[in-house]
């Protein structure tokens, strides 16, 4: 499941500006050595596009993505869709939790659960996906 999207300079971010840059700085027809390469330059504001959040952004303390290892971001994962019911004030909810379980089977500590909102229909129109700070979440 790819739930990437490509960086620009206009996707949605928090602060409602990626500053998201990619310059070439040493092109292949600049290249005096026998074997061509491209540099390219990247500037962007951080958590802008799909990224793995660090628990440092939230806790503090919290480990760096550099700490964490691969056996736990290498995980039995587990997609809920509701995006057949979402809309900007949604919550998911613990009853939508276990809705899935009793149709899927009990999810195991340790997984990934992916909630499909569809919110992200919304991606190419920034305002409309930000819709100031009103959108799918997750209840408490």
Sequence with gaps: IDLTHTLNAHIPTWSGCCNF???????????????????????????????????????????TVANLTLEELCVPAFVINVNQYTHAQYKFSVQDLKKFEQQYGIIKSGSLVIIHTGWSKHWSNPQQYHNNYHYPTVSL
């Design 21 to 63: 840059t990619i310059q070439t700085s040493l092109d292949y027809d600049q290249c005096t050595s026998a074997t061509k390469f491209k540099v390219q330059n990247i500037t962007m504001a951080s958590s802008a596009g799909t990224h793995l959040d660090a628990p440092i952004h939230c806790i503090p303390n919290g480990r």
